[in-house]
């Protein structure tokens, strides 16, 4: 059984960090595409980042140079540093990994985790 459970969310001001980390058990995980998605209310969900297996990061627009996606195979974590945060970074940010190696973008996330909710304040 897939489990993603994410952690670290939490409220902070404008031009503050979070860091967020998704625990990963039940996959090959040094297998699998993984991606950190969010979604704000009334609005469509959106990838922030995704990682393949080779650790090659492909990030959001938005998100490039503020926040960095890592991967740690032996721990079987995923996590997000956020910083320079926005209010507009505000949304439910959610864990997820892909049936796939590379491309991760090319496929649809196969296990989702239940997100954490990062809020910031202007």
């Known amino acids: 059984q897939v489990q993603l459970v994410e952690s670290g969310g939490g409220s902070v001001q404008a031009g503050g960090s979070l860091r967020l980390s998704c625990l990963a058990s039940g996959l090959t995980y040094s297998r699998r595409c993984m991606g950190w998605f969010r979604q704000a209310p009334d609005k469509e969900r959106e990838t922030v980042a995704t990682v393949d297996v080779n650790d090659n990061p492909r990030y959001l627009e938005s998100v490039k140079g503020r926040f960095t996606v890592s991967r740690d195979n032996v721990k079987n974590t995923l996590d997000l540093q956020m910083d320079s945060l926005k209010p507009q970074d505000t949304a439910m940010y959610y864990c997820?990994?892909?049936?796939?190696?590379?491309?991760?973008?090319?496929?649809?996330?196969?296990?989702w985790g239940q997100g954490t909710q990062v809020t910031v304040s202007s």
């Open positions: 997820a990994t892909y049936p796939a190696y590379y491309d991760c973008h090319l496929y649809r996330p196969s296990y």
